[in-house]
């Protein structure tokens, strides 16, 4: 069992910023995919970004330019550092991982990012 903490939500006006923090209770292989999920009321949960060892990102498009997934492999953490924010980036945002070789699958409790002057 992998226990995923996130932290750094919060609120925050339009164009600001903030970095979002997982930690992982125990080492994961860097083979592995860590990723960030965000789920606005009334919306269905959506990928952000993902990260696969420290090179292989992806985003979604209404992201892209804006947040920068990294992963510490040392400190067994992933970031998302948003820049930019919109309102419409208002969700709690969930920590995700996912081990290939067994199919284990892993989320944080979520974090509450609200985007609004």
């Known amino acids: 069992q992998v226990r995923l903490v996130e932290s750094g939500g919060g609120l925050v006006q339009p164009g600001g910023s903030l970095r979002l923090s997982c930690v992982a209770s125990?080492?994961?292989?860097?083979?592995?995919?860590m990723a960030w999920y965000r789920q606005a009321p009334g919306k269905e949960r959506e990928l952000v970004a993902s990260?696969?060892?420290?090179?292989?990102?992806n985003y979604a498009d209404s992201v892209k330019g804006r947040f920068i997934i990294s992963r510490d492999n040392v400190q067994n953490t992933v970031y998302l550092q948003m820049n930019s924010l919109k309102p419409e980036d208002t969700a709690v945002y969930y920590c995700?991982?996912?081990?290939?070789?067994?199919?284990?699958?892993?989320w944080g409790q979520g974090t509450q990012v609200t985007v609004s002057s």
């Open positions: 995700n991982l996912k081990i290939w070789s067994t199919n284990y699958v892993s």
């Open positions: 125990r080492s994961i292989s860097s083979s592995s995919t």
């Open positions: 990260i696969i060892g420290s090179e292989m990102r």
